[in-house]
Each structure stands twice: as structure tokens, then as C-alpha cells.
């Protein structure tokens, strides 16, 4: 199972039976739907409303990303297991299990961003003083996560920790890709328009997870549910941000993506044409490995919630 990106003005699609067909100028592209989970479109192009259910009546998720990376999502639907999200909903209500979900989803992300530093330091032992130090900090803010007593101080560690795990980042980056730091909506410098997308990416992974486990993606933990938002997805990428900022770093250490492969637009700077040529094969290549934990991850998370509210109404 794969995903097709759609990233040409030109481009047309059709479905024919069991077969999309992707026009782009003179080539033609035939692709059978059993062999995709997602559909990708990044440029301006017609699709019919029956292509879109059809791609969602056959199990596909598309993902329409537009101007300033903002995007919608069109997800496969089905009956799913009420049981699992009566069980969210509760588990959302119960503050003492809000909070011990939240907290399990930032410890995760702190332990992949420290895993992803160690590989750093191997990588480059010039760097040890900075790299030591952030790993410190993190070291600092994990410790204080099993004393936090509401969400609040939560979003505090993690946020601090971000930082921390920036500055460290940001020095191993060249200095052409001009970060000073985390910034976005819209990204200032080409560096946060890789990670930007990137996220965006993956949340979209994490929304169709979900989906597929039988969970609300709207409704999560760590971050309050708010209008268009998929928190819950928001929840479940944190523990796997590391793997695309290790990825970006590759790409940008490598020069296979340089200043020269993003313009500015309206205040924002964005990845051209030919950088997404590069991009988009990079992330798929990411996802083959990583696609399968994070539904693994998703499923086990709906396993979990009923059990954690069954022993929580059985303690009281």
C-alpha cells in the first residue's frame, strides 16, 4: 500500500472500476486502487466529488493540502466500534486519566528526541558540548512530568522541552537553511517550511490511523480539542516528530535540498516545485518504515483506553 502525490497543475484523475488514472501532459499514469491508503494533492486541480467518495468507499484517505500548507482531510468511513469511543469521551472527562494519557504521550516524544540526539552526537562529536547539554535539559524535563499534576503543566514541560531540543537541533543544521529557532503559520526561513511540511504530513498519517482504529481524531488529551483540529492526531504525532526532523536534517546535511530550492511568498517561505520533487520521495520512504508502528500505535491506544476506564471504575 502507497501514497500518490498529486503536485501538477495539469494533472487530471479519473476512476475507472478498480483503476485511477492520473493524466499529467502526454504521460498516463493507471494505478489500482487496492495498491493505495492515501492520496496527496499539493496543487490546484479538479477532483470530482464522486472521485472523493469513491476514494473514501475504497478505504483511501485523501489529503488536500493548500496555500500556507493549511489542508482537509477525506477519510475512509465506517461503522467503527462505538465501545472504543464511548471510551475516549470518558477518558477525556476523567481528569486522572486525561492526565496520565497526556503525560504518556510527552514522555514519548522526549524519549524519541533524545534517542534522535544521541544519534547526533555519534554523527557529530564536534558538537558534544550543545548536544550534551540539550540532552541534559530533556533529561531535566522528563523528570518533571511524573510530578505535574494537570494538563497545564504539561503543555509547560513539553513546550519548554521544545525549545531545549531546538536550540540543540537548530546547530546542526548548514547555515543556509537560516534557523534561529521554531516558527510557522507561516514558516520564515527554509528550514521550518521542511519541518512545517512535514508535520502536516504526518499529522494526516496520524489522522487516518486513528480513523482506522476506530477512535475520534478530534477529540485528544494533550492538546484541547478546538475547532478543525484533530487533536488526538496532534497527541500521537508527538513520538514521531523525531523521525521526520532526523529526515530533514538528512536531506539538508546531504544539500539535497539548499536555499536555492524555496521562494517567498507573501511573507511566507515555501518549498518550490523541484525541492517537493525531492521531498515527497524522501517522506514516502520515511513512512514505509514508520507508517506500520504508528498504526500499531494507534491500535494499541484504542485497546487501551477501555481497559484504563474499566480499572479506573473498578478503583472507585
Given at each position: 500500500?502507497g501514497?500518490?502525490y498529486?503536485?501538477h497543475?495539469?494533472?487530471?484523475v479519473?476512476?475507472?472500476?478498480?483503476?485511477?488514472?492520473?493524466?499529467?501532459?502526454?504521460s498516463?499514469?493507471r494505478i489500482?486502487l487496492?495498491?493505495l491508503d492515501r492520496?496527496v494533492?499539493?496543487?490546484?486541480?479538479a477532483?470530482p466529488?464522486s472521485l472523493?467518495?469513491?476514494?473514501?468507499?475504497?478505504?483511501?484517505?485523501t489529503?488536500?493540502?493548500?496555500r500556507?500548507?493549511?489542508f482537509?482531510?477525506?477519510?475512509?468511513?465506517?461503522?467503527?466500534?462505538v465501545?472504543?469511543?464511548i471510551a475516549?469521551?470518558?477518558?477525556?472527562?476523567?481528569?486522572?486519566?486525561?492526565?496520565r494519557l497526556?503525560?504518556?504521550m510527552v514522555?514519548?516524544k522526549?524519549?524519541?528526541?533524545?534517542?534522535?540526539?544521541?544519534?547526533l552526537?555519534?554523527?557529530?562529536?564536534?558538537q558534544r558540548l550543545?548536544?550534551t547539554k540539550?540532552?541534559?535539559?530533556?533529561?531535566e524535563?522528563?523528570?518533571?512530568i511524573a510530578?505535574?499534576?494537570?494538563?497545564?503543566?504539561?503543555?509547560?514541560i513539553?513546550?519548554?522541552a521544545?525549545?531545549?531540543y531546538f536550540e540543540?537541533y537548530?546547530v546542526?543544521?548548514?547555515?543556509?537553511?537560516g534557523?534561529?529557532g521554531?516558527?510557522?503559520?507561516?514558516p520564515k526561513?527554509p528550514?521550518?517550511?521542511?519541518l512545517?511540511?512535514?508535520y502536516t504530513?504526518?499529522h494526516s498519517?496520524?489522522?487516518?490511523a486513528?480513523?482506522a482504529?476506530g477512535?475520534?481524531?478530534r477529540?485528544?488529551f494533550?492538546?484541547d480539542p478546538a475547532?478543525g483540529?484533530?487533536s488526538l492526531?496532534?497527541?500521537?504525532?508527538?513520538g514521531w516528530?523525531?523521525?521526520v526532523d532526523?529526515?530533514?536534517w538528512q536531506?539538508c546535511?546531504?544539500?539535497?535540498?539548499?536555499a536555492?530550492h524555496f521562494?517567498?511568498?507573501?511573507?511566507?517561505?515555501?518549498?518550490?516545485?523541484?525541492g517537493?520533487?525531492?521531498?515527497?520521495?524522501?517522506f514516502?520512504?520515511l513512512?514505509?518504515?514508520?507508517r506500520p508502528p504508528l498504526r500499531r500505535?494507534?491500535?494499541?491506544l484504542?485497546a487501551v483506553?477501555p481497559?484504563?476506564?474499566?480499572?479506573?471504575?473498578?478503583?472507585?
Amino acid at each position: 500500500m502507497g501514497t500518490l502525490y498529486l503536485d501538477h497543475k495539469s494533472a487530471s484523475v479519473e476512476r475507472t472500476g478498480p483503476v485511477l488514472t492520473v493524466r499529467n501532459g502526454l504521460s498516463t499514469q493507471r494505478i489500482p486502487l487496492s495498491l493505495l491508503d492515501r492520496v496527496v494533492v499539493c496543487a490546484e486541480i479538479a477532483l470530482p466529488m464522486s472521485l472523493l467518495v469513491a476514494l473514501a468507499e475504497s478505504g483511501v484517505t485523501t489529503t488536500l493540502i493548500g496555500r500556507r500548507q493549511r489542508f482537509a482531510h477525506v477519510l475512509p468511513h465506517g461503522p467503527g466500534d462505538v465501545l472504543r469511543l464511548i471510551a475516549q469521551v470518558h477518558c477525556f472527562e476523567n481528569l486522572a486519566l486525561k492526565l496520565r494519557l497526556a503525560a504518556w504521550m510527552v514522555r514519548r516524544k522526549l524519549r524519541a528526541h533524545q534517542r534522535f540526539l544521541a544519534r547526533l552526537l555519534a554523527a557529530r562529536p564536534d558538537q558534544r558540548l550543545t548536544l550534551t547539554k540539550t540532552r541534559q535539559r530533556l533529561t531535566e524535563r522528563m523528570r518533571a512530568i511524573a510530578t505535574a499534576t494537570t494538563i497545564d503543566e504539561l503543555r509547560g514541560i513539553e513546550g519548554a522541552a521544545a525549545r531545549d531540543y531546538f536550540e540543540g537541533y537548530g546547530v546542526m543544521l548548514p547555515p543556509e537553511m537560516g534557523f534561529t529557532g521554531r516558527n510557522r503559520r507561516p514558516p520564515k526561513d527554509p528550514a521550518n517550511a521542511l519541518l512545517s511540511l512535514a508535520y502536516t504530513l504526518l499529522h494526516s498519517e496520524a489522522v487516518g490511523a486513528l480513523a482506522a482504529a476506530g477512535l475520534e481524531p478530534r477529540l485528544g488529551f494533550l492538546h484541547d480539542p478546538a475547532w478543525g483540529r484533530a487533536s488526538l492526531a496532534a497527541d500521537l504525532v508527538e513520538g514521531w516528530r523525531a523521525s521526520v526532523d532526523e529526515m530533514v536534517w538528512q536531506l539538508c546535511r546531504d544539500r539535497l535540498l539548499r536555499a536555492d530550492h524555496f521562494a517567498s511568498q507573501d511573507g511566507a517561505v515555501l518549498l518550490g516545485k523541484s525541492g517537493r520533487g525531492i521531498f515527497f520521495p524522501a517522506f514516502e520512504s520515511l513512512m514505509r518504515t514508520q507508517r506500520p508502528p504508528l498504526r500499531r500505535f494507534a491500535r494499541l491506544l484504542a485497546a487501551v483506553l477501555p481497559r484504563l476506564l474499566a480499572q479506573s471504575r473498578l478503583a472507585t
